[in-house]
């Protein structure tokens, strides 16, 4: 699934005193440090003639995005993107955690970012000993793997290589979305900060697509469909936690809610596999053979419950995404706490 790429990483937490688990954070460093002095100068990598053109070309259409966005949408103007580091695995591991018996995220404290409702390791086997751990606390769980992640302009992300493999709709799409984690970032509010760069994310994809290859055009029509697949996934989210919720609200034993929960996760897949001619594009594919658990299922609300409300704000600015993206800025600079509350209900 694309939208498991889209993240931003609790990071540099490790340089502050008072850190909770100094051991995590300087693992973070490490690595983090590994890939800042690892990554090479873009025009060189542009150089090298072992690069298939192909390749090259996404290098490429990468830099314009991050041009569209700073100069047409607004965002932060930073130095990410003009280097490049060669992986071969995912780069990230993300751990989401959930209580059994009701939809209720485990979170962690960073300092920076506040609280966040997943934890990111650069190593798998850090992030299966965090699985384990919070198994035998109870929990439910859920490991997704990131090939791409903002530091929230704190440092220069790099160009990963595996974002090469990507068609131009996602690869414009993640750029903008994690040029928008730069720009605006509410602290304490993981949510809202992934659906705010999921809808800038695609919602920016489809307007730069449209300008560079034209309305009609294969590229473009692939971003629009992108997009309303991921409009049609969201009903089918909010829609599955609603009836867990109603069902975990019940009068009954946490015992009985554990056992319980079963026929429902089934029913929701079913309802999920009733969906599968609605989607156009393969971005879904399979998941209806995923294992679910109130995990999971919070995982991926956190990308897409209630995109509307963006819709809705789109609409009322004139279909002006760099309106939108001053919208939010000027909420982040405020300060003020109701209109955040105002805009999440």
Known sequence: ?????????????????????????????????????????????????????????????????????????GLRRTGSYTKFFEVKRPVLHIITASEKDRLHLHHWNFPIIGRATYKSFFTKEGALKEKTFLERKGYDTYLQQAAAYSTLGWLKDPIFSTMLKWDEPTLSNIILHEMAHATVYFK????????????????????????????????AALAIDYQGDDLLFSKWVDQAYKRLSEFYDQPISREEKVRGREEIFQSIQEKFKEMHDQFKTDCYKGFERKKMNNAALMAYRRYFHRPDRFEALYERLGRDLRKVVEFFKEMKASGDKRILKSFLE
């Open 1 to 73: 699934m694309r939208r498991s790429l889209k993240l931003f990483l609790p990071l540099l937490c490790f340089l502050l005193t008072g850190c909770g688990n100094l051991f995590y954070f300087s693992k973070l460093g490490w690595h983090q440090s590994f890939i800042t002095f690892q990554s090479v100068p873009v025009q060189e990598v542009l150089r090298d003639e072992a690069l298939e053109d192909e390749e090259k070309k996404k290098i490429r259409i990468i830099q314009e995005v991050k041009r569209y966005g700073e100069e047409r949408l």
């Open 188 to 219: 304490g509010e993981t949510d809202l900060n992934e659906q705010l760069a999921t809808f800038i994310g695609n919602q920016g994809a489809i307007h730069f697509l449209t300008e560079k290859y034209g309305p009609g055009s294969k590229e």
